[in-house]
Every structure is written in structure tokens, then in C-alpha cells.
């Protein structure tokens, strides 16, 4: 069975870091291209971030440019997002989500991303 599995959310004050985890099981993670979404109470789920597969540079939605890292752990069949310097704003549902097989670059968008996790919680306060 495919599934993706989020970790490490939390409550955190403002300025302060978090790293969440997405574990694959059924599809080695090393081989699709993945993404890092989240939904706020009562808003859209919106694209943050996406590491692709074919080795190119990761991107970021500018809100969290330059304040949350993409990385994997292929050894642990893992995706992670290191949040810094969080804000209030940053406070949501968390989602990590593969692309198609075969999909080698990113998408922004939630329909390019056809599996994922149940979402971990993040409360960020002021």
C-alpha cells in the first residue's frame, strides 16, 4: 500500500523552528519528484515548496523563500521541511506530496501531485 505519513508538527512560538518529516512507504521517495503544501483554517490548500527530481534547484513560495529548507533523507526514505524563523501566519495543516512516476520537475500546483499524507499540524503563536 502507498502511503505518505507526516511527522514533527507541533506548537511553537514566533521565531522559532520546526522540522517536519513525510516517511514514504510503498514508493521510495528518491524517485518521484515531491512537494510541501499547507491549508489554513477556512483557505485553499496552497503550494510552499517542491524538490524535484531530476536534480534541479528546489523551489519556494515567496513567503517561506529563505526561511524553510527542502531536503530528502534517501537513506531513511524521507522528505523533510526545516522551518525558521516561523511566524504567526505560518500556522496550518501541513501536506507532503509526490508527483506522477515519471514526473521530473515541479509543479505549483495541487492537482500535479497525485499522492498524499494526512498533514501534520503546525501552531505558531505570537
Known amino acids: 500500500q502507498v502511503q505518505l505519513v507526516e511527522s514533527g508538527g507541533g506548537s511553537v512560538q514566533a521565531g522559532g523552528s520546526l522540522t517536519l518529516s513525510c516517511t514514504g512507504s510503498?514508493?521510495?521517495?528518491?524517485?518521484?519528484?515531491m512537494g510541501w503544501f499547507r491549508q489554513r483554517p477556512g483557505e485553499e490548500r496552497e503550494w510552499i515548496g517542491c524538490?524535484?527530481?531530476?536534480?534541479?534547484?528546489?523551489h519556494y513560495e515567496n513567503s517561506v523563500k529563505d526561511r524553510f529548507t527542502i531536503s530528502r533523507d534517501n537513506a531513511k526514505n524521507t522528505l523533510n521541511l526545516q522551518m525558521n524563523r516561523l511566524k504567526p501566519e505560518d500556522t496550518a495543516q501541513y501536506f507532503c506530496?509526490?508527483?506522477?512516476?515519471?514526473?521530473?520537475?515541479?509543479?505549483?500546483?495541487?492537482?500535479?501531485?497525485?499522492?498524499w499524507g494526512q498533514g501534520t499540524q503546525v501552531a505558531v503563536s505570537s
Open positions: 524538490i524535484p527530481l531530476s536534480g534541479g534547484q528546489t
Open positions: 506530496a509526490a508527483r506522477p512516476s515519471g514526473y521530473i520537475d515541479c509543479s505549483t500546483f495541487r492537482s500535479g501531485y497525485t499522492t
Open positions: 510503498g514508493l521510495s521517495l528518491a524517485s518521484y519528484t
